[in-house]
């Protein structure tokens, strides 16, 4: 079986995790990407500590698109070192996988216009 993955990724608002969720499923490296918003992070940076207002991420992929994954959230994110953390999935219902299947790395999905 295809190695499925879940990816956690945070931005600074909601127009900026819709723009990098588009991206991801238009461009087929992500067959779903659904967004939490208003989540509370705390975190050192920078000698700091912080506390801000972000949205989370949570996207569907294959183990084997993950460096393009990363490679196209650096490439829109905002932030100088983007939260990108990957869970492999251990189990789920074949036909969401089949579904995954279908439409990673297809081809480009046209899309929403989101992300522009």
Sequence with gaps: MEKYILVLIT???LKEGEKIGA????????????????????????????KEREVLL????KA???KE??????KVH??????????PIEAGLQDYFKWMD???????IKGSGLHT
């Design 11 to 13: 931005a600074g608002s």
């Design 23 to 50: 991206s991801l499923v238009e461009g087929g490296l992500a067959a779903c990407c659904n967004i939490i918003p208003e989540i509370k992070s705390i975190f050192a940076w920078k000698g700091e500590i912080r």
């Design 58 to 61: 949570l996207v569907k992929s």
């Design 64 to 66: 084997s698109l993950l």
């Design 69 to 74: 994954v990363e490679a196209q959230v650096k």
């Design 78 to 87: 905002s932030y100088e070192v983007p939260e990108i953390i990957a869970f």
């Design 102 to 108: 279908e439409v990673l790395k297809k081809k480009k």
